[in-house]
């Protein structure tokens, strides 16, 4: 079951209801069998790969928290400082290693399950990526201090498989969403309102864009060495439009549903479009990710303190770890490895002076460089789209050799018969797309714009909305809608 299919509204709202009638005490427990109930929905070896996880990881905490706690003292007994140093130092060493043994074995089972390697080819990986990281940063977390292990393990299978994100994130940490587990939630209704918005635009981009390009484009890298250059081109764009839509739309669902339930999830996509460079990229796409790899990853391999040079392997190590995340294939770690040169190479420009002038060659300036840096992303997304590295290498040179830009047009073979108004009409949902982002842009919040409208239009634009998105479900009924991209990762 996933949230564009017919099944998830109805379920969704009767745990909303449900939920918000139990006592606090007692909401973990219907979350949890709420998350249950959602992942048996991929079938029951999704659930049985998830439990493994969840135990594994639990339980590395708990023995990694343990083995640092300091061993009660016998009567009588005292301890010189050096003896008590040499006593704290065994406990940190007990620690660690209790922690990268239990590290390992999850990473090992990841890949056991990402793989389908021996029994693992019998169970599900749905959500594997998103929830395994999840649990990983837990056990860091535990480990760096920063959070308790939690002991009651319904409490944290709650967390791991919290239902909203298990399949497309945004990644959670446990001194996020745990702790409000553990704390309860209450329902607020300006939360709730932010929600329903939330779950509206999200509904609006996966179905009415990310959907639609999906049928669009799909043609288009069947046979790949038959397109033009300019038709395949065309394709690798819309793909990155897709992409955005897709998994942003996901986000916003997700993140709209835990905000019904009381909880407060932060941000996962901000305009990444609007990005001025790559580094500036990544602060705004999939942040939850990002930043998990920066703290997880990147600064535990010493970030940029250790030397320009030591600074620049440790961004290479980053993004492949990113690339392997995303994917089996050796198109993955390609990507990673570009997306690691792209961070490089950006550090080594950034050392020089940016250009000053007046505020319009500013502006003009930073078109150029979001232009510049859409394209170097465009042409990463190509290694997600192409079937395999031999046809990344095929698209790029049918695009290069190959462009028949007047034939592709007179022939109509970029919209393989999709229809030139029913194009026009995506075309016009693409850029009320990006106007809406411009609009949150520029004032933090596209519910901060419609709030400073008058309630009458703002009705208006709600209802409009709806109706638009219901028309576009029905009008998509039938066919073979994208269901979610990053469901393969």
Same mark, same amino acid.
């Given at each position: ?8 509204l ?12 139990i &006592?606090?005490?007692y909401? !973990?427990?219907f979350?949890l ?7 048996? =929905?991929w ?5 049985l ?7 594994i990881?639990w339980?590395?905490? #708990? ?6 706690e300091a ?35 999850? %990473?090992a089972a990841?890949f ?7 029994f693992?080819?019998?169970l599900g ?8 990281? /999840?649990? $990983?940063?837990?056990?860091?977390d535990v480990? #760096? ?11 944290y299978?709650?967390y791991?498989?919290f239902?909203?994100?298990?399949i ?16 309860g ?12 918005l ?10 009415? $864009? ?13 046979d $790949?060495a038959?397109k ?7 394709g690798?764009l819309? !793909? ?6 897709? @998994?942003?739309?996901? =986000?916003l ?9 009381? @909880? *407060?999830?932060?941000d ?15 602060r ?6 990002s930043?998990f790899? *920066?703290?997880?990853?990147?600064? &535990?391999?010493?970030?940029n ?5 030591r ?5 290479m ?17 390609a ?6 040169? !792209? ?5 080594? %420009?950034?050392?020089?002076?940016? &250009? ?6 500013f502006? @003009?300036?930073?078109?150029i460089k979001c232009f510049?840096?859409?394209l170097?992303?465009e ?29 592709? $047009? ?9 229809? #030139?108004p029913?194009?026009l ?14 609009l ?8 901060a ?5 008058? &309630? ?15 028309t576009?479900?029905?009008?998509? !009924?039938?066919?073979?809608?994208s269901? @979610?991209?990053?469901? /393969?990762?």
């Amino acid at each position: 079951m996933n949230f564009t299919s017919i099944r998830f509204l109805p379920f969704f709202f009767l745990i909303f209801i449900l939920y918000h009638q139990i &006592p606090s005490g007692y909401r !973990y427990l219907f979350l949890l069998l709420s998350n249950i109930l959602f992942i048996l =929905s991929w079938g029951p070896g999704c659930a049985l790969t998830m439990l493994i996880i969840i135990a594994i990881t639990w339980a590395g905490a #708990m023995l990694t928290e343990r083995a640092g706690e300091a061993r009660t003292e016998q009567a009588g007994e005292s301890r010189t400082e050096r003896e008590e140093k040499a006593r704290t130092e065994r406990a940190e060493t007990r620690r660690k290693a209790v922690f990268l043994t239990f590290l390992l074995i999850t %990473v090992a089972a990841f890949f056991v399950f990402r793989l389908k390697i021996g029994f693992a080819g019998v169970l599900g990986s749905v959500g594997l990526s998103f929830y395994s990281l /999840q649990a $990983i940063g837990y056990m860091a977390d535990v480990y #760096m201090k920063k959070t308790k292990a939690e002991g009651n393990i319904l409490k944290y299978a709650a967390y791991v498989s919290f239902f909203p994100t298990v399949i497309s994130g945004p990644i959670q940490r446990s001194t996020g969403l745990l702790k409000e587990i553990r704390e309860g939630t209450a329902f607020s209704y300006e939360l709730a309102r932010t929600g329903v918005l939330m779950m509206l635009s999200g509904y609006l981009q996966k179905i009415l $864009i990310a959907d639609r390009i999906h049928l669009l484009i799909e043609p288009l890298f069947s046979d $790949i060495a038959l397109k033009s250059g300019a038709a395949l081109l065309f394709g690798c764009l819309m !793909y990155g439009i897709e992409l955005y839509a897709d @998994f942003a739309g996901y =986000s916003l669902i997700a993140i709209g549903a835990a905000n019904l339930l009381g @909880f *407060r999830l932060d941000d996962n996509f901000r305009r990444p479009y609007f990005a001025a460079d790559i580094r500036d990229f990544w602060r705004r796409w999939h942040i939850s990710l990002s930043s998990f790899l *920066r703290d997880y990853v990147y600064i &535990p391999l010493g970030g940029n303190r250790k030397g320009t040079f030591r600074k620049y392997v440790n961004l290479m190590i980053t993004f492949l770890v990113s690339g392997i995340w995303h994917g089996n294939g050796f198109k993955y770690i390609a990507w990673g490895i570009l997306h690691g040169l !792209y961070q490089v190479a950006g550090s080594i %420009v950034s050392r020089g002076r940016n &250009p000053v002038g007046n505020s319009g060659s500013f502006l @003009f300036y930073r078109l150029i460089k979001c232009f510049f840096t859409f394209l170097l992303v465009e042409f990463g997304w190509i290694f997600f789209r192409a079937g395999s590295l031999r046809d990344v290498f095929l698209i790029c040179r049918r695009i290069l050799f190959n462009f028949g830009l007047g034939a592709t $047009i007179a022939d109509g073979s970029w919209i393989n018969g999709y229809g #030139m108004p029913r194009f026009l009409l995506l075309a016009v949902e693409i850029v009320i797309f990006f106007i809406a982002d411009h609009l949150t842009e520029k004032h933090g919040s596209l519910q901060a714009v419609l709030d400073k409208r008058p &309630p009458v239009i703002r009705r208006a634009l709600y209802i409009l909305a709806a109706t638009a998105l219901i028309t576009g479900a029905l009008y998509n !009924y039938g066919t073979d809608p994208s269901t @979610f991209i990053y469901a /393969q990762f």
